[in-house]
């Protein structure tokens, strides 16, 4: 190949690499990869739930456990304004756990999902270990403001 061939060669591939690479950025804004305010905001509003749980004995604990799994699993196939649910144990005290529940509304809560045949069959169990000594629940509910974002898992 000569000197003028290679030239127009290597153009032409510098030109291809760019476009390439175009092409891949373009794809990643418009995914919202890498770029600062992209996902939209959380609706103000949303009623979030926050609850400690703290149990004597870890048998106590993979019994309640078990039954709130049993109990997400419904909520997340029927309930539309049940936006997040879910529980996370510490990872510096074993028998500590959180659970999280962000509502629609605080009537998606209160109206819908305490009315729940899950909700029903899961809460008494709770109650029980409380009663007992073996758990202590305490916890906090808040309102959203609106100026963050959820992004989807």
């Known amino acids: ?26 794809l990643q804004l418009a995914r919202g990869v890498g770029t600062v305010g992209t996902r939209p905001r959380n609706s103000p509003g949303a009623f979030v739930l926050h609850v400690e749980l703290e149990f004597k004995t870890e048998a106590a ?8 799994a049993r109990c997400a699993d419904w909520c997340r196939a029927n309930e539309a304004g049940l936006l997040h649910y879910e529980i996370a144990q510490s990872q510096a005290e074993p028998l500590k756990y959180g659970i999280f529940e962000r509502y629609a509304s605080l ?44 992004s989807g898992s």
Do not use: C
């Open 107 to 150: 009537d998606a809560y209160r109206t819908t999902h305490k009315s729940t045949e899950a909700y029903r069959t899961f809460r008494p169990k709770m109650q029980a270990l409380q009663d007992s000594g073996e758990l202590e629940v305490s916890g906090s509910s808040y309102f959203e403001l609106g100026h963050g974002f959820v």
């Open 1 to 26: 190949m000569h000197a003028g061939a290679r030239a127009a060669s290597s153009t032409t591939s510098a030109r291809l690499g760019w476009l390439v690479a175009l092409a891949l950025a373009a």
């Open 61 to 68: 604990a993979r019994e309640l456990v078990k039954a709130w």
